[in-house]
């Protein structure tokens, strides 16, 4: 069986979304290693890459706050904490994965990233997360000024009663 890294990505995302919510909720019980093999044991017979799996949830764990600081000034319209709880978690899969992930093309990564905003972000979120990813891979690959962010597309007529501000991904 090939391995299958998406569903990989879904497990972490998973994971990681439940450690969030039940971080700020602040449960002491909470114990992520624990959440992750039962995550990845709802799907055992599918993966034969779990290491991935828990490298990727450890390193990203790891690397929060240093994966924000590399967020923001990309996206500075949304403050990090603004942005919503997927979209943020798959914008850290997506930039740990290009800084952490030599096998795996950026290219890929992001597409990766992308699948995963489609799937389980709100309805702007793929284009949001490929635009801030996409920024990052140039800026990394040297053509892009590092202190300039991504483009802010613009936003689409909504319903006066739609008028709070809203990240991408907010329903």
Known sequence: MASNRHLGRIIA??????????????????????????????????????EFIRQLVAGVTKQAAKLDAKLQPVAPEWPIDQIARMDRLVLRIGLYELENEADVPPKVVINEAVELAKAFGGDNSSKFINGVLGTLLRQREGGEDKAKPAKKKPAAKKKPAANAKKSPGKT
């Open 13 to 50: 995302l998973q994971t990681l979304y439940e450690q969030e919510l039940r971080q700020e909720a602040g449960d002491k019980a909470f114990d992520i290693k624990e959440v992750l093999e039962r995550n990845i044991e709802r799907y055992k017979k599918m993966l034969d890459d779990m």
